[in-house]
């Protein structure tokens, strides 16, 4: 259906960069993802409009690297910058706040769909005055809840990284506010999008506009080739060696210290192996500082995050499998670009992995949050490469069956199907 002159609007959290000439940077993934989602909308939209936080100038210039540039005139993309990402909670509410609520209220008049999410900041709640205003204006909304965030809250506690305080305020407050988000949202909107089947039986209980889905990235020309998979298997009859990659940000939830005690304790068992670890974060230093602590420095190699697509490839070419061991629940993008690239990922039992161990994806996991069950799982792979090669060939699959162009397509034609039933006359 031809909607001419009315925009896809879409509010993420995730920052972007203002630019001259209408262009703005943003990750070089999520630009990816914003290209083919355009390309998906076909004629249906005039554009797509891209409400974000801004990036501070400061932070552009050290991620420049890992960044890409889209452009209005090029792609059909627009940046709307909401704030200013590094503002405080004083200068949102005093500052921001009122000017926020008039531009999502002026995109949101002059968008055909709103594509959202649930609000996790409480303090600053950008996506809630976008959810807010949609529903007032009696806008078509597909609404993205990325994580399954119910158990995060007793992982902390759990991990004695939250004290009481925290956890009650988490308890009683937050996590109750996210809740009932994804309660309302899947009885007002047109689209409640939940990476977690078990997030779908529990909120959806068979509502049709609740749906489980994969947010991949990669298309079938990222897919890793036969000569490169034979290849690596080559290298490896001749040297057993393993080599265990993880890539993306290096911070506190992402559990990376337990990544490295797995591979100590993999290591202490017998298994020659190695890890590489691509990106940067907060967590950088602590854990350089833990590799020379449990003997690692030679086995592990820090590597700055470089863009997607070839630059990334190159360095995973050479690894065997990836390895994840979040503190609470995740749903990386990359957990699917390590199987487009043939590798088997080695992680922690937490929903999402569980449920692509279940689904057949080259996925393995252990018990959270325990290093040395993971170092368990390396070692039985150590010892059995003939099961890594059936787990590699499971992976690669998945990732056929899972590419960006399939979800973003059927995404597309789930909103199509939205606008058909709104336009169709009544009776």
């Not at 405080?88 to 002026?106: E, G, I, K, N, T």
């Not at 078509?140 to 991990?159: A, E, G, H, K, M």
Request: proline share 5%; net charge neutral.
């Amino acid at each position: 259906m031809k909607t001419a002159g009315k925009d896809y609007l879409i509010a993420v959290l995730a920052p972007a960069f203002p630019l001259q000439n209408g262009k703005f940077a943003t990750e070089s993934a999520f630009a990816k993802h914003l290209v083919e989602l355009r390309r998906s909308l076909d004629d249906s939209f005039s554009r797509l409009v891209l409400l974000a936080p801004q990036m501070p100038e400061d932070r552009y210039l050290e991620s420049q690297s890992y960044l890409a540039e889209l452009s209005a005139a090029e792609h059909g993309i627009v940046f709307e910058p909401a704030y200013p990402l590094d503002t405080s909670v004083a200068q949102f509410w005093l500052r921001h706040a009122l000017p926020l609520y008039r531009r999502v209220r002026d995109r949101v008049s002059a968008s055909r769909v709103v594509h959202s999410a649930v609000s996790d900041d409480f303090w600053r709640p950008m996506m809630g005055i976008v959810n807010w205003v949609a529903w007032w204006k009696r806008r078509p909304v597909i609404f993205v809840v990325d994580i399954d965030f119910r158990r995060d809250t007793s992982r902390y506690r759990t991990l004695g990284l939250r004290g009481l305080k925290s956890y009650l305020v988490n308890r009683l407050v937050y996590d109750p506010f996210k809740w009932i988000q994804v309660y309302t949202a899947v009885r007002v909107f047109d689209l409640v999008l939940l990476k977690s089947q078990s997030m779908v039986d529990d909120f959806g209980k068979g509502r049709t506009n609740v749906r489980n889905y994969y947010d991949t990235v990669h298309n079938e020309a990222d897919i890793i080739t036969p000569d490169d998979l034979r290849s690596r298997r080559q290298r490896r009859q001749s040297d057993r060696a393993l080599k265990a990659v993880y890539f993306g940000r290096l911070v506190e939830y992402k559990g990376l210290d337990l990544t490295l005690r797995a591979v100590h304790a993999a290591r202490n068992a017998g298994a020659d192996l190695s890890l590489k670890i691509i990106g940067a974060g907060e967590s950088q230093q602590g854990l350089i500082d833990l590799t020379h602590e449990l003997g690692l420095a030679d086995a592990v190699e820090f590597i700055p995050p470089v863009p997607y697509g070839p630059a990334l490839f190159d360095h995973l070419q050479d690894g065997d499998f990836a390895i994840a061991t979040p503190l609470v629940e995740d749903t990386p993008r990359g957990a699917f670009d390590a199987m487009a690239r043939g590798l088997p990922i080695v992680a922690f039992d937490i929903t999402y992995y569980a449920d692509l161990e279940n689904a057949q994806a080259g996925v393995v996991t252990g018990q959270w949050p325990d290093p040395e069950s993971v170092g368990g799982v390396i070692v039985a792979l150590f010892n059995d490469q003939l099961r890594l090669d059936r787990l590699t060939e499971q992976a690669v699959a998945f990732a056929k069956r899972n590419t960006h162009t399939h979800w973003v397509d059927t995404r597309a034609e789930w909103t199509r199907e939205i606008l058909a039933r709104l336009d169709r006359p009544s009776d």
